[in-house]
């Protein structure tokens, strides 16, 4: 069994909280659907593109949002090679609220 990591006086059993940050370079674009916002990232010809979702907002503010990104997105020429989108998100850890 593995064991919890250590941290300062206490245990915490669960992971850090990752949270991914996306470059506008390596948005295709956002799609608002319902309660939930994806975040579809730019591809190769061919391949298939590498989807980040946001679920539980509310759909005002999902809406808002895409139109927003997608609005601020750089224009790409068709015929344009497009990079893969994935290489250009880095993650970053959440300080932990408990305080350890």
Partial sequence: MRR???RGR?????PPRQE???SLAAI??????GRAVAV??????????????VEGVSEAAGTVFADAVNDA???RA???ETDDGSTLVT???LNDPRGG
């Fill in 28 to 33: 295709a674009r956002v799609r608002a659907e």
């Fill in 10 to 14: 206490g245990v915490a059993p669960a």
């Fill in 73 to 75: 997105l750089p224009e």
């Fill in 40 to 53: 579809e990232l730019t591809a190769p010809a061919g391949a298939a593109p590498a989807v980040h979702r």
């Fill in 20 to 22: 991914p940050r996306i």
């Fill in 91 to 93: 993650t970053r850890t």
């Fill in 78 to 80: 068709d015929g344009d």
């Fill in 4 to 6: 919890p990591p250590l």
